[in-house]
């Protein structure tokens, strides 16, 4: 019997009974005061999360839609940008600045390896004339498991004027994020990750620098401008009709994140990296990523070239209804991706890791069984040790 299905994804993400009881509500108005009450709260709450007080708004999209969002609330025709670049979401968030008509120029570092903010600097100090707009990065890049040093960046940045924008959709309150404190000018995120609700609902704050550059701004926009945005935040509302349900699940989400603080949530999700990592070793597989920029929200794993990766996802679905990810673009059948963010338990994990030792001596890689489990619990006893 395989029962209810494991989803390591790096999203969308298992979703908790309390938001799906949540999100059941009959729907309200969304003109009337009842869900400016919600709307408020969630507001106040996700900047919490992000560690600002700055603006913010919730849009009813992926967090693809944030990415636009930021494109052309904040950028003209023309504008030079560059885009830094680690994988397929760093592309993606220069290929939407080149769609609405920037320069970008990319910088582009090694699949598997962070940013380098010297390399950044260098590039920032080169640019005399101060042409360059707007700096787009990753925080936290899915498809190759890796995180950039998101304050490492800001600092490399200095007195340049160009404002940072960051896609933070897979890394807020999984890995640390500090809005204010790091100068960060537009980062965006989404609901299908860290905060546990379904796809639908992308978020993106702003400085109130990035907020003046916008009003010069040229790009055009509609559906995302920021001006509508805030005028009909004052009023509890927003421009168009939002995902009611989607608002009281997040609502029920952002109560469990403050149970168990940002602190704890960010070391569990370290704690989660660790284990998964050690224990894949301890199996003779490769990792994609370095430990120094190893992403808290999945891990990339290399499979034995004579299996393939997506055969072992193939047979952890079929036999033991688990969900992995794979590789994207010149990465797949190379790497799976075990996620591990979310509304993920040690129990979820230490159960795919039996199955995928299993899976690995039933295609045919030379493993002892319990080599890499063995060495999750011995993770996992060590910790509960330590917290004692």
């Known amino acids: 019997m395989k029962g209810d299905q494991y989803l390591l994804l790096p999203g969308p993400t298992p979703i908790p009974e309390r938001v799906i009881r949540a999100m059941s509500k009959p729907v309200v108005n969304h003109r009337g005061s009842e869900f400016k009450q919600l709307l408020t709260e969630v507001t106040e709450g996700v900047k919490r999360v992000y560690r600002t007080n700055q603006h913010l708004l919730i849009y009813p999209a992926s967090g693809t839609g944030a990415l636009e969002a930021a494109v052309v609330n904040f950028l003209s025709p023309g504008d030079k940008v560059l885009a830094v670049s680690i994988g397929v979401f760093g592309d993606r968030f220069a290929k939407i600045a080149a769609e609405f008509g920037a320069q970008v120029e990319k910088m582009d570092f090694a699949w598997g390896e962070a940013a380098d903010p010297q390399r950044i600097k260098e590039r920032l100090d080169q640019d005399v004339n101060r042409e360059i707009k707007a700096i787009l990065v990753t925080h936290n890049e899915t498809s190759t498991g890796v995180f950039n040093d998101m304050q490492a960046i800001s600092?490399?940045?200095?007195?340049?004027?160009?404002?940072?924008?960051?896609?933070?959709?897979?890394?807020?309150?999984?890995?640390?994020?500090?809005?204010?404190?790091?100068?960060?000018?537009?980062?965006?995120?989404?609901?299908?990750?860290?905060?546990?609700?379904?796809?639908?609902?992308?978020?993106?704050?702003?400085?109130?620098?990035?907020?003046?550059?916008?009003?010069?701004?040229?790009?055009?926009?509609?559906?995302?401008?920021?001006?509508?945005?805030?005028?009909?935040?004052?009023?509890?509302?927003?421009?168009?009709?939002?995902?009611?349900?989607?608002?009281?699940?997040?609502?029920?989400?952002?109560?469990?994140?403050?149970?168990?603080?940002?602190?704890?949530?960010?070391?569990?999700?370290?704690?989660?990296?660790?284990?998964?990592?050690?224990?894949?070793?301890?199996?003779?597989?490769?990792?994609?990523?370095?430990?120094?920029?190893?992403?808290?929200?999945?891990?990339?794993?290399?499979?034995?070239?004579?299996?393939?990766?997506?055969?072992?996802?193939?047979?952890?679905?079929?036999?033991?209804?688990?969900?992995?990810?794979?590789?994207?673009?010149?990465?797949?059948?190379?790497?799976?991706?075990?996620?591990?963010?979310?509304?993920?338990?040690?129990?979820?994990?230490?159960?795919?890791?039996?199955?995928l030792e299993i899976t690995l001596q039933k295609l045919g890689w030379d493993v002892q069984l319990g080599a890499g489990v063995s060495k999750a619990q011995e993770f996992l006893l060590n910790k509960a040790k330590k917290g004692e």
């Open 155 to 355: 600092a490399a940045r200095g007195d340049h004027p160009a404002l940072l924008m960051v896609d933070a959709i897979s890394g807020l309150a999984v890995l640390d994020l500090k809005m204010d404190e790091w100068n960060l000018d537009v980062v965006v995120s989404g609901s299908q990750k860290a905060f546990m609700i379904p796809p639908g609902l992308c978020f993106m704050a702003f400085s109130e620098r990035a907020l003046q550059r916008h009003k010069e701004a040229k790009m055009p926009r509609f559906y995302w401008d920021i001006s509508s945005g805030l005028k009909y935040l004052e009023k509890g509302q927003n421009p168009y009709t939002p995902a009611v349900s989607l608002y009281y699940g997040l609502s029920e989400a952002l109560q469990m994140m403050q149970e168990e603080g940002l602190d704890n949530i960010i070391e569990r999700h370290r704690g989660y990296r660790d284990m998964v990592r050690t224990s894949v070793r301890a199996m003779g597989l490769k990792l994609l990523a370095r430990d120094e920029n190893a992403s808290h929200a999945l891990t990339a794993v290399v499979a034995p070239e004579e299996i393939g990766a997506n055969k072992i996802r193939k047979y952890m679905l079929d036999q033991f209804n688990i969900v992995l990810a794979g590789g994207q673009q010149s990465l797949d059948n190379v790497i799976f991706r075990i996620g591990h963010l979310g509304y993920v338990r040690e129990l979820d994990l230490l159960a795919a890791l039996a199955a």
